[in-house]
């Protein structure tokens, strides 16, 4: 099990990411290397696989490589959250030739290691080109035509789990991900990986979580220091609400705690100083600062300096917080 660790900012950055690079690795692993991802990743290569074009064969070899699975840099990072395919194989272009040295040594080494692999590792930039060509082709021949349905399904799902968060909290949409995904109301989520163990703190990126239309049996988790850590995972049941823990009286509290819910919901009533916003709360001013500090470092407020004072408002983003959490505002 791999526990991953959240803070106030990891909850303020987590996001949902629609991917088509993903889309191309996992409906092209084959069950015969890889762990089956269902039927929908198997019939739709029974569809397309007629249709495969040559130049897609170098990219086929790269994802088909190893049962293990593949290279960290095949999967995109970047900042944008709606993602075109021309800009994940860029970022796939402008990895170093120490990082592809790097990633292909944990395949392993001399005969041990894949000779896909082996000769990605050897050609350099012209084998990422090539890798990269394939994927192009690919899509254009293969997933193209069926990737505007399938990202309607992927908004569909991020808009149902979207409203859970909205709901109920961060860390109850979590734990509808998928069984293997548990949340821990210590802000933590426990990730089941076969025998994978070990624990990671987000430190402060948060989470990328990735629907994926053709994975429908488990989840697959990449976390490593340096970029944000990402969770791929299915699609919950179509036009159904994703199953429900026992309602949380405040949704606020459960994402934030209850201590820095009640302090962004004091901001949120008039702009402040830290030292009013320490005596409306009963708090000391060192306790305030604190406060205030998490809550910025989240996006949730913003600080500016007045004269000798610097005085904490609501950020769009705590705003929306507030808006989408009426029943705790009520309670408060």
Same mark, same amino acid.
């Given at each position: 099990? %791999?526990?991953?660790?959240?803070?106030?900012?990891?909850?303020?950055? @987590?996001?949902?990411? %629609?991917?088509?690079?993903?889309?191309?690795?996992?409906?092209?692993?084959?069950?015969? /290397?890889?762990?089956?991802?269902?039927?929908? #990743?198997?019939?739709?290569?029974? +569809?397309?696989?007629?249709? !495969?074009?040559?130049?897609?064969?170098?990219?086929?070899? /790269?994802?088909?490589?190893?049962?293990?699975? !593949?290279?960290?840099?095949? !999967?995109?990072?970047? +900042?944008?959250?709606?993602?075109?395919?021309?800009?994940?194989?860029?970022a796939l272009l402008s990895? #170093?030739?120490?990082? !592809?040295?790097?990633? /292909?040594?944990?395949?392993?080494?001399?005969?041990?290691?894949?000779?896909?692999?082996?000769?990605?590792?050897?050609?350099?930039?012209?084998? &990422?080109?090539?890798?990269?060509?394939?994927?192009?082709?690919?899509?254009?021949? $293969?997933?193209?035509?069926?990737?505007?349905?399938?990202?309607?399904?992927?908004?569909?799902?991020?808009? /149902?789990?979207?409203?859970?968060?909205?709901? =109920?909290? %961060?860390?109850?949409?979590?734990?509808?991900?998928?069984?293997?995904?548990?949340?821990?109301?210590?802000?933590?989520?426990? $990730?089941?990986?076969?025998?994978?163990?070990?624990?990671?703190?987000?430190?402060?990126?948060?989470?990328?979580?990735?629907?994926?239309?053709?994975?429908?049996?488990? %989840?697959?988790? &990449?976390?490593?220091?340096?970029?944000?850590?990402?969770?791929?995972?299915?699609?919950?049941?179509?036009?159904?609400?994703?199953? #429900?823990?026992?309602?949380?009286?405040?949704?606020?509290?459960?994402?934030?705690?209850?201590?820095?819910?009640?302090?962004?919901? @004091?901001?949120?009533? =008039? #702009? $402040?100083?830290?030292?009013?916003?320490?005596?409306?709360?009963?708090?000391?001013p060192p306790s305030a600062?604190?406060?205030?500090?998490?809550?910025?470092?989240?996006? &949730?407020? @913003?600080?500016?300096?007045?004269?000798?004072?610097?005085?904490?408002?609501?950020?769009?983003?705590?705003?929306?917080l507030l808006l989408d959490?009426?029943?705790?505002?009520?309670?408060?």
């Open positions: 099990m %791999i526990a991953l660790r959240f803070g106030v900012a990891d909850l303020a950055n @987590t996001r949902f990411v %629609i991917s088509p690079l993903d889309h191309l690795l996992a409906g092209s692993a084959r069950s015969g /290397v890889h762990q089956g991802n269902g039927s929908r #990743s198997e019939r739709w290569w029974r +569809d397309v696989r007629r249709h !495969v074009p040559d130049r897609a064969r170098r990219f086929l070899d /790269v994802v088909n490589a190893s049962p293990i699975g !593949v290279p960290d840099f095949m !999967v995109a990072d970047l +900042d944008s959250v709606r993602r075109q395919l021309n800009d994940e194989l860029d990895v #170093s030739q120490q990082a !592809v040295e790097e990633n /292909v040594a944990m395949f392993g080494s001399g005969n041990e290691l894949p000779t896909a692999l082996a000769r990605l590792r050897d050609d350099g930039a012209r084998g &990422l080109r090539e890798v990269s060509d394939g994927a192009w082709a690919l899509f254009r021949s $293969c997933l193209a035509s069926d990737w505007p349905d399938i990202r309607r399904a992927l908004e569909a799902d991020i808009a /149902v789990r979207a409203r859970t968060a909205a709901r =109920s909290g %961060i860390g109850t949409m979590l734990n509808t991900l998928h069984p293997k995904a548990v949340w821990r109301d210590e802000g933590v989520l426990e $990730c089941t990986l076969g025998e994978l163990e070990g624990s990671f703190d987000l430190g402060g990126r948060g989470l990328e979580l990735r629907p994926n239309y053709f994975v429908q049996r488990s %989840i697959s988790l &990449l976390a490593e220091p340096g970029r944000q850590s990402l969770l791929l995972h299915p699609l919950g049941a179509p036009t159904a609400e994703p199953p #429900s823990r026992a309602p949380i009286a405040d949704g606020l509290a459960a994402a934030l705690g209850p201590a820095r819910a009640r302090v962004l919901r @004091t901001i949120a009533g =008039s #702009s $402040c100083s830290t030292t009013e916003l320490a005596q409306r709360l009963g708090i000391t600062s604190a406060h205030a500090a998490a809550l910025r470092a989240a996006g &949730l407020i @913003t600080t500016r300096r007045q004269g000798k004072q610097v005085r904490h408002a609501l950020s769009e983003v705590g705003h929306d959490n009426p029943v705790a505002a009520r309670a408060g």
